[in-house]
Nanobody, 116 residues
Framework: QVHLVESGGGLVQPGGSLRLSCVASGSSFSARDMAWYRQTPGKERELVAVITTSGSINYADSVKGRFTISRDNARNTVFLQMNSLKPEDTAVYYC??????????WGQGTQVTVSS
């Protein structure tokens, strides 16, 4: 069993920045693809950014140039640096871990609210 614990969410004004962190328990962190998803009420959960075991990165078009995903395998942690935040970025952000396409885990989510 893997536990993912997110932190770093909160209230920020438009144009501001936040840095989300997700710490994973267990071993084999470096062998897991890690990602951030987000969800707003009434909508499906959507992929924000993913970083694979080899370091390949992909972003949703809506966040390209503003968000940066990174990982620190020594600390079992994945980060999401969010800059130039917009009200439409308001959502619950979830950390996601996938190993071999079989061992899939989600964090409990952290709320990000962008509002003046």
């Amino acid at each position: 069993q893997v536990h993912l614990v997110e932190s770093g969410g909160g209230l920020v004004q438009p144009g501001g920045s936040l840095r989300l962190s997700c710490v994973a328990s267990g071993s084999s962190f470096s062998a897991r693809d890690m990602a951030w998803y987000r969800q707003t009420p009434g909508k499906e959960r959507e992929l924000v950014a993913v970083i694979t075991t080899s370091g390949s990165i992909n972003y949703a078009d809506s966040v390209k140039g503003r968000f940066t995903i990174s990982r620190d395998n020594a600390r079992n942690t994945v980060f999401l640096q969010m800059n130039s935040l917009k009200p439409e970025d308001t959502a619950v952000y979830y950390c996601y871990s996938n190993r071999l396409g079989v061992y899939v885990y989600w964090g409990q989510g952290t709320q990000v609210t962008v509002s003046s």
